[in-house]
């Protein structure tokens, strides 16, 4: 059983940054897929980001490439979500996530995650 605990999440004007942090309980951290989802009112819940486990191979949605940056921290069994040049339809409540095994196709699908935290809410003001 894995235990994650998101936090860093708040309010910010456009343009602002956040960075969220995602800590995971118990051993073998390093061999699970690591995600970050998001969910706003009346939506699904959606990919953000996912990074591979042995070597921390990075994968974006569209929407955020190029202003979030996923990294992770096996030693602290901890993922994080720099997130850059914030906008309005950034607000949502994000989650992490965790997999064990690695396909590919499997990386961008919630339903396809074991472990979820609890959710931090992030705010991004106009």
């Known amino acids: 059983q894995v235990q994650m605990v998101e936090s860093g999440g708040g309010l910010v004007q456009a343009g602002g940054s956040l960075r969220l942090s995602c800590t995971a309980s118990?051993?073998?951290?390093?061999?699970?897929?690591m995600g970050w989802f998001r969910q706003a009112p009346g939506k699904e819940r959606e990919f953000v980001a996912g990074i591979t486990g042995s070597y921390g191979s990075t994968y974006y949605s569209d929407s955020v490439k190029g202003r979030f940056t996923i990294s992770r921290d096996n030693a602290k069994n901890t993922v994080y979500l720099q997130m850059n040049s914030l906008k309005p339809e950034d607000t949502a409540v994000y989650y992490c996530?965790?997999?064990?095994?690695?396909?590919?196709?499997?990386?961008?699908?919630?339903?396809?995650?074991?472990?979820w935290g609890q959710g931090t809410q992030v705010t991004v003001s106009s």
């Open positions: 996530a965790a997999r064990s095994g690695f396909y590919y196709s499997d990386i961008f699908k919630a339903t396809k995650y074991t472990y």
């Open positions: 118990g051993r073998s951290f390093s061999n699970y897929v």
